[in-house]
């Protein structure tokens, strides 16, 4: 056996340090004291090595998660992924998976190889909140009358940053508060999209009727 020294039992346990092929010695003595011998080859493979990054990992958002892993003189042939929030499994190679929390989740990932090798890793990933995005304007607006905006956007923890503005699907404004000038009566959509520090986005739209003005 590798080590050089020997196992005084019918099933010994050993752990090989190095892939590589290693011959293997045994003799079996009966209670009447005879023997037999015999020597096997055995073959070691390398392990794999489980590794994934996150993308996108946002609340209510798709996160992303590919799979890093490596192995030498062998293939990686099945992927199992634990997400860390009592939802179901994957085993595909690259996943994605939504969130419906925020906060650290432990996700894990454990591979194998087509010699029946395995590795598995545990990271704790934090899912960052999403931004829930509002925001108010002047009750009544005439024509001639300028639309007041202002975000009043929340979010669970971090900081909201970014805020575009996206009036009558034409007009961009950037800031946390815009002002619009209509030149039409009607009914006008106004969406407000608001990113977190960590990248985060969320969209909310509103109808906002312009009302003509009496002639006195």
Avoid at 133 to 161: D, H, K, M, P, W
Avoid at 178 to 195: K, Q
Wanted: glycine share 6%; charged share 20%; proline share 5%.
């Amino acid at each position: 056996q590798a080590s050089g020294l020997p196992f005084l039992n019918n099933e010994p346990v050993y752990f090989y340090g190095a892939p590589g092929v290693y011959n293997v010695s045994f003799m079996a003595q009966s209670d009447s004291g005879c023997t037999s011998s015999d020597q096997l080859t055995v073959e070691v493979f390398h392990l794999p090595v489980a590794s994934f990054e996150a993308l996108n990992s946002c609340q209510y958002q798709t996160a992303e998660f590919i799979d890093l892993s490596t192995i030498v003189g062998a293939d990686i042939e099945r992927w199992a992924w634990d997400f860390g929030d009592a939802s179901d499994s994957a085993f595909t190679q690259d996943v994605e998976h939504d969130y419906q929390i925020n906060g650290f989740v432990p996700v894990s990932l454990r591979i194998w190889t087509d010699e029946g090798c395995y590795d598995d890793t545990i990271v704790q990933v934090e899912i960052f909140p999403t931004p829930v995005t509002e925001f108010n304007f002047s009750n009544r607006v005439c024509l001639g009358e300028a639309l007041e905006l202002e975000q009043q956007t929340t979010i669970a923890y971090g900081s909201v940053n970014d805020f575009t503005w996206l009036v009558a699907d034409s007009f961009e404004y950037i800031g946390p508060t815009a002002t619009h000038l209509f030149d039409e009566v009607g009914w006008y959509t106004v969406s407000l999209t608001s990113e977190s520090n960590q990248g985060c986005k969320s969209t909310i739209e509103k109808e906002v009727p312009v009302y003509e003005v009496p002639e006195a």
